[in-house]
């Protein structure tokens, strides 16, 4: 369990030190990355539970995240 807690510390505190560097003004595809890192993370922890499922699911996550906001941020271009 304390393993867990340090994996998820050091993890929230890169996520913030790279969002911190798009602070400013963040694109739908890097908002995307991060919300779906960590909702994949704790889904893959609750699902598989241990490590690798919860940098699996964080990795997944992210994926998905990612091309979410990328598709949303195309669409905003399309409509200028």
Do not use: W, Y
Not at 19 to 36: D, F, L, R
Not at 47 to 65: E, R
């Amino acid at each position: 369990m304390l393993q867990t807690r340090h994996f998820f510390g050091a993890g929230a505190l890169i996520a913030a030190l790279a969002m911190g560097g798009c602070a400013s003004n963040p694109t739908n595809a890097q908002i995307g990355t991060g919300v779906g890192a960590a909702a994949g993370g704790l889904a893959g922890n609750a699902i598989f539970g241990g490590t690798l499922g919860t940098v699996g699911g964080a990795a997944a996550g992210a994926l998905i995240g990612h091309e979410v906001g990328e598709d949303r941020d195309q669409r905003k271009e399309r409509r200028r």
